[in-house]
């Protein structure tokens, strides 16, 4: 640990000024932390404040047969560039790579903002994707290079929040600022804070330099990016723009699956993969990649459904949407800080996915059972069981998988456990969207008849204004649809969450670097090495 801080404050391991504040936390790398969770806001933020504005966007510039690009283009970039820029990191060094997507990012929202029509906008915001690909990633490897594992909970613990507070804000923020400011300050208020993001980082983050003659693996890149476009297109269209059994969602399908195994038998022959599949061979990384993909998939799930149920079937005001998932959100943040400081001051840490996966799948149980007579109180505590079930787990997956591999492949790990939960939200926005949809518009057929499938023949989910205008009749039968449609999404979630306590069973319970190692403990990870301050 000395080692580690020594170089994160510019002094050389094993020089007595290094030796002598061995348990000391530098300054620096609290002010490290401020800057890492300012870039952690950029990234979370953006989508939920534009979100707000889209209405606004087109009614100005138009082009309302491509709103959904504007999102769609931001997750492609955003998935595609993500496992990249683990890898650049890990070549070249952690500390560039975050400071040039910081940049990119902040590229792509100055020109969101100077957009004159909808095709402009698209492909600024896949700019934006691009950069936004490398924060995150950026944020957790970084913190995986300053900090031992066992003193890491409490750091990601404050991450948590950030991403809570994110997800609270981002539709008050987005409304406020449009309402006051104008949409294309949306993407303008990401200049500030990225500009105090970049000043900090330059200025007191010193990571040791990396100067990698191997060349970057092209077509593995190139493959990867192939497959996982191809996922998020299907996950994104199907059902949507295209019927399932289409043609074009058969063929990006088959041209997703062909992509991934030839990405696949690469990896085994390329000098330099970008994903090396060693990492794999970690028993407990592999597990905390398919929980990651989990919670992803259920997480979002959740926030998409739940303000759809409580402004439509509890009448709740559309405007303090974020709100509405405080009491998830909330013990969602308060959870992932004790398990933090739980697991930095015990270095124990498989409790928290095998409470975590009972609590998941027992909160989307009993979401699944809300129907039209449930009061907001009994739905509020419903959310706080999930939110505590995804508190155990949202940060001690990324711990746990940083402390399976070696220090060399901290930036592809942090990238890989972010690009699975990226992917399991495409899905479970996808595959729960899809049931939902379905479920809506048979009920509604069966109570309000060919009234029913005329109101839900363009779209399931209805806006306020819309819903306002039906008679009382299609009104209420439209309430009774909504929650059968919350039913058999969170009933799937539940059933999905199950694999999270059956992975976590198999979990093994790894001394945490950083901490003491009692004798005859085996390690599946490699010692933190000692580095040199260049």
Not at 327 to 343: D, E, F, N
Not at 449 to 462: D, F, M, P, R
């Amino acid at each position: 640990m000395a080692d580690t801080q020594a170089v994160e404050s510019g002094q050389t391991p094993g020089t007595p000024e290094a030796a002598e504040q061995p348990e000391k936390e530098p300054k620096s790398v609290r002010v490290v932390m401020l800057a890492l969770m300012v870039a952690m806001m950029l990234a979370m933020l953006d989508n939920m404040i534009v979100g707000t504005a889209m209405p606004t966007i087109v009614g100005e510039l138009g082009g309302l047969e491509h709103l959904s690009w504007v999102v769609t283009a931001y997750t492609l970039a955003t998935a595609a560039a993500t496992p990249l820029w683990g890898k650049l990191g890990d070549m070249y060094g952690r500390k560039g790579a975050f400071m040039t997507s910081i940049v990119i990012f902040l590229v792509g929202s100055a020109l969101s903002g100077m957009a004159q029509d909808m095709g402009q906008l698209i492909g600024f915001r896949a700019i934006q994707g691009l950069g936004a690909g490398g924060l995150m990633v950026g944020v957790m490897a970084i913190i995986g290079d300053l900090v031992p594992p066992r003193e890491r909970g409490k750091y990601q613990g404050m991450i948590a929040g950030v991403m809570a507070l994110a997800m609270i804000g981002g539709p008050l923020v987005g409304g406020t600022i449009t309402d006051n400011w104008g949409w294309r300050w949306a993407f303008y208020i990401n200049l500030p804070l990225g500009v105090v993001a970049l000043a900090a980082v330059s200025a007191v983050l010193h990571l040791p330099k990396k100067r990698s003659k191997t060349r970057i693996d092209y077509l593995g890149a190139a493959l990867l990016t192939l497959g996982i476009t191809s996922i998020v297109l299907v996950t994104t269209w199907g059902g949507s723009q295209y019927a399932w059994t289409s043609a074009r969602i058969m063929e990006l399908i088959a041209i997703g699956v062909v992509a991934l195994i030839g990405f696949v038998f690469w990896q085994t022959k390329a000098a330099e993969p970008v994903l090396p599949l060693h990492i794999f061979r970690s028993r407990n990384f592999t597990l905390m990649s398919i929980i990651g993909f989990i919670v992803g998939f259920v997480m979002f799930g959740a926030t998409l459904f739940l303000p759809l149920y409580q402004q439509s079937v509890q009448g709740a005001s559309a405007t303090n949407s974020g709100l509405l998932l405080l009491p998830m959100l909330g013990a969602m943040l308060v959870t992932s800080m004790i398990a933090g400081r739980v697991t930095t001051s015990t270095g124990r840490y498989k409790v928290f996915p095998l409470v975590g996966g009972v609590l998941l799948t027992v909160g989307l149980y009993l979401l699944s059972t809300m129907d039209t007579d449930t009061t907001r109180l009994t739905s509020g505590v419903y959310m706080a069981v999930v939110g505590l079930g995804m508190g155990c787990l949202m940060q001690i997956t990324m711990l746990v998988a940083q402390n399976s591999v070696e220090m060399k492949d901290m930036g592809v790990a942090s990238s890989s456990t972010t690009l699975f939960r990226t992917l399991g939200s495409s899905f479970g926005v996808a595959i729960m969207g899809a049931l939902f949809n379905d479920r809506v518009k048979n009920v509604m057929a069966e109570r309000a008849g060919a009234v029913g499938s005329k109101v839900t023949e363009q779209s399931a989910q209805l806006d306020a204004k819309s819903l306002a205008k039906l008679p009382a009749a299609a009104r209420e039968a439209y309430q009774h649809a909504v929650s059968a449609g919350t039913h058999s999404a969170f009933l799937l979630g539940a059933v999905v969450a199950v694999l999270v306590l059956a992975a976590a069973i198999f979990v093994k319970e790894v001394p945490l670097r950083g901490g003491p190692q009692k004798a005859g403990e085996s390690d599946e990870a490699a010692p933190m090495p000692v580095v040199e301050a260049v």
